[in-house]
């Protein structure tokens, strides 16, 4: 069974930096694009940054260009978001989610993980 877990999330204020970890088990990790997405309370999924199977390419949406940096481990079967600057608008429950082809539409993934929660306080 195609799974993934993220971790990471927190609380934390204004300017700090969190690490969100996405752990995937039960498919071809390699095979497969990895996308971050979050939500707020009241508002849309949105994405946040993506990453193509071999690395080669990323996304970032414009809100968090020059902030978020996402990468993979595919040793580890994980993705990683480095979440630096945190703005309490970056409040939201974070997902990971798995796709053959990288896409900014969430439409565009298979498998998705429970989400993990980041609170930014001012």
């Known amino acids: 069974e195609a799974q993934l877990a993220e971790s990471g999330g927190g609380l934390v204020q204004v300017g700090g930096s969190l690490r969100l970890s996405c752990a995937a088990s039960?498919?071809?990790?390699?095979?497969?694009?990895i996308g971050w997405f979050r939500q707020a309370p009241g508002k849309e999924r949105e994405g946040v940054s993506c990453?193509?199977?071999?690395?080669?390419?990323?996304y970032y949406a414009e809100s968090v260009k020059g902030r978020f940096t996402i990468s993979r481990d595919n040793a580890k079967n994980t993705v990683y978001l480095q979440m630096n600057s945190l703005k309490p608008e970056d409040t939201a429950v974070y997902y990971c989610?798995?796709?053959?082809?990288?896409?900014?539409?969430?439409?565009?993934?298979?498998?998705w993980g429970q989400g993990t929660q980041v609170t930014v306080s001012s």
């Open positions: 989610a798995g796709g053959l082809g990288p896409s900014r539409d969430s439409n565009g993934y298979n498998y």
């Open positions: 039960g498919f071809t990790f390699d095979d497969y694009a």
């Open positions: 990453i193509s199977e071999s690395e080669g390419s990323t």
